[in-house]
């Protein structure tokens, strides 16, 4: 990837070798290159019952060294990032004893259904306590401000997600805006009281990082709607640093 280059990223993505994606992961870079993405994560699921196939511990090498090689052989247009998707609710039978060990060795990881009551997923609190044996980046998968947190002091949650470095991922979907967080409804109108959590999001300095949640090449693209929300926001972009 050319120095200097503005990063257009989308930090969530499957892949048909590993979990449920559609398309191969080598397909996948391809059509990231095509749609102008320099830097994408690749985050199949970890352990969970809820697909049909995930990566488990013991594949996680390989994983990354899968990812590895794609980011020799496509160094000069993209960046490939090591991610993997962690379910928080008892979909997961491992939850309980993540091996920090090897998910240390990845870029970052996110967590999904947390505070989701409805699910059984985790709670922020005991997310936090697992933060502290995790040295990779942290993020929260296609978390809902409006469904999930709205019962939090918004000052508070955006407290104790910066200072735990927790980004949020971003998820645009059909329309551009509408799993914005749980934040918007559109580019200009906020849901209910959602405006006072963005706002300390933002004074707080959480980061956010612009995804698709892509199970097919198709939709790569779509994350620049998130990045572009993200700016019009003056929102923290997140930035990334490879191992």
Request: charged share 30%.
């Amino acid at each position: 990837m050319k120095k200097g280059k503005k990063n257009i990223g989308n930090y969530h993505l499957h892949t048909y070798e590993w979990s449920d994606g559609r398309d191969k992961a080598e397909e996948m870079v391809k059509e990231a290159i095509k749609a102008g993405l320099t830097e994408i994560g690749f985050t199949d699921h970890f352990s969970t019952e809820k697909v049909g196939k995930s990566v488990n511990e013991g594949m996680i090498p390989d994983y990354i060294q899968m990812i590895k090689k794609l980011n020799e052989k496509y160094s000069d247009k993209i960046r490939i990032l090591a991610g993997l998707e962690i379910d928080t609710t008892p979909f997961n039978p491992h939850m309980a004893s993540l091996p920090f060990k090897e998910l240390n060795k990845l870029d970052y990881v996110l967590f999904e259904y947390v505070e989701d009551y409805s699910l059984r997923g985790c709670t922020l609190d005991e997310l936090l306590q697992i933060r502290k044996s995790l040295k990779c980046d942290v993020g929260l998968a296609h978390p809902n401000i409006k469904l999930n947190f709205s019962h939090f002091d918004p000052k508070q949650l955006a407290s104790l997600l910066k200072k735990n470095n927790i980004f949020l991922d971003t998820f645009s979907g059909d329309r551009g805006d509408e799993f914005f967080c749980g934040l918007l409804i559109d580019e200009d109108n906020f849901r209910d009281d959602m405006e006072t959590f963005l706002d300390e999001l933002k004074k707080a300095g959480v980061e956010f990082a612009p995804s698709t949640d892509s199970h097919t090449f198709k939709d790569l693209g779509k994350a620049a709607i998130a990045e572009k929300l993200i700016e019009k926001h003056r929102l923290a972009l997140k930035s990334f640093k490879q191992k």
